[in-house]
């Protein structure tokens, strides 16, 4: 019995349990044992349910779907936070963001693997279009002229009566190659998880046109050993979406009885890039004499160290600012005192006259405090802030400025 498609969508930090919204105990055995698949990253599990953590994105299994939205407040649109993830993974190199129109408006409504999968699709596409690149390969096999390495003892083994063939390893120049086995893995992944839409007939129609390749088991060390050059420099993207789909498949999860993909992203570390690509655009813009670099590195004790998100160096004042980016709801409360501890420590390493914590939320005005009990003659002060990233439905282009405002430039 064919079990009925359940689509159902949650926020981060959000529990499920079985009951709410139609999830079944099989649902929370297959989500719990696809979280401990990739290391018990994505959720914890708790008492017939899971707990969420900062991923965002989307999981599919045999029969659910589950879309996973970020969250920064209680009262913004559902709508609004889908639209400002897949505008947040464009400004961050995730989606390319060469797509207008129509098509980027028809976007909105597929959930974000079906984005990646059209994504996907249309780089092998345009791959075929341009004409697809060959490489040299080994090949063993019998054939009718001697060339390359005769393999002796296959040869008197399969060739005994058949005087006239040879058993060799020899080169063979065609599209064969890891590169398209590759695609090609991607490609039937896509198939797989598709089925019903018409990303599933625009992928078999792609498949009709791509040529036939060996069917490799792939993982991360065929990316990292493939060889890049100028021929190669095309794939570029197409691999890294097929990366991206193919290390996210949990193929034969549960014995061979269900297969699924997730396609999740740390919304910390996306909140990061994202203020952080912002300040540079503005600073070089309007704020020339300033520096902007991201994850600055300082030994601590033995081989630790510690790395704030953001530093900010005035060349002209030689003055030096610190920010930590937080991805979470702060709402009216104070900060905790870890990181408040943390920004401290920053301040004295860098020798930073002003930190600042960074959350998203309501705009919400703030002042520099100073930490209190120091003995130096320059007092570090730290400041909470906080900045809406939703501008009319849709992700604020302007952070960068207004990041700028809190630090009073």
């Known amino acids: 019995m ?15 349990r079985v009951g709410d919204k139609g999830i079944q105990q099989h649902h929370i055995d297959a989500l719990w044992r696809l979280n401990e698949y990739h290391e018990n990253s994505y959720f914890e599990p708790i008492a017939k349910g899971v707990k969420f953590k900062q991923y965002v994105g989307i999981i599919q299994v045999n029969g659910l779907s589950i879309e996973i939205h970020p969250k920064a407040d209680k009262y913004s649109n559902d709508a609004d936070w889908k639209n400002v993830l897949l505008d947040m993974l464009k400004a961050c190199g ?10 980027a408006l028809k976007k909105r409504n597929l ?3 079906e ?7 249309n780089e092998v596409a345009g791959l075929i279009h341009r004409g697809l690149i060959k490489q040299y390969r080994k090949q063993t096999k019998n054939t009718k002229a001697l060339k390359g390495k005769l393999e002796f003892a296959g040869h008197i083994q399969r060739n005994s009566i058949h005087k006239e063939r040879f058993y060799t390893t020899h080169q063979v120049y065609d599209t ?7 695609l090609f893995k991607a490609l039937s992944i896509v198939e797989q998880f598709s089925r019903g839409t018409y ?16 069917n490799i088991n792939v993982t991360a060390s065929n990316f990292k050993t493939l060889k890049k050059n100028r021929k190669t420099a095309p794939y570029e993207y197409g691999l890294e979406l097929a990366r991206l789909i193919i290390l996210n498949y949990s193929p034969d999860i549960s014995s061979g009885k269900e297969k699924m993909v997730s396609l999740l992203f740390d919304m910390n570390q996306l909140w990061e890039e994202y203020v952080l690509i912002q300040l540079k655009k503005h600073t070089r813009l309007h704020h020339p004499e300033l520096i902007v670099t991201g994850q600055d ?34 709402g009216n409360g104070p900060p905790s005192i870890q990181d408040l501890r943390q920004m401290y420590g920053y301040a004295r ?3 930073a006259e002003k930190v600042m914590l960074l959350y998203p939320g309501g705009n919400k005005t703030t002042y520099f405090k100073p930490y209190l009990g120091g003995n130096d003659e320059v007092p570090q002060y730290c400041k909470l802030g906080v900045i809406n990233i939703i501008k009319d439905g849709k992700l604020d282009v302007e952070i960068g400025q207004k990041v700028m405002n809190l630090l009073n430039y």
């Not at 630790?304 to 702060?330: A, G, L, M």
């Open 176 to 182: 064969d190659h890891t590169i398209h086995q590759i």
């Open 297 to 330: 590195s300082k030994k601590f004790w033995g081989n630790n160290s510690i790395r704030p998100d953001i530093v900010i160096k005035n060349t002209q004042t030689n003055e030096t600012v610190v920010i930590d980016t937080k991805w979470k709801n702060i």
């Open 94 to 103: 995730r989606i390319k963001t060469s797509t207008n129109g129509p098509a």
């Open 115 to 121: 984005v990646y999968f059209e994504y996907f699709l």
């Open 2 to 16: 064919q079990r009925k498609k359940l689509e159902i969508k949650v926020f981060e930090h959000e529990t499920l």
């Open 199 to 214: 990303i599933y007939d625009y992928c078999k129609r792609i498949e009709l046109d791509f040529p036939e390749v060996k």
């Open 111 to 113: 959930n974000l693997l």
């Open 349 to 351: 390493y860098w020798n």
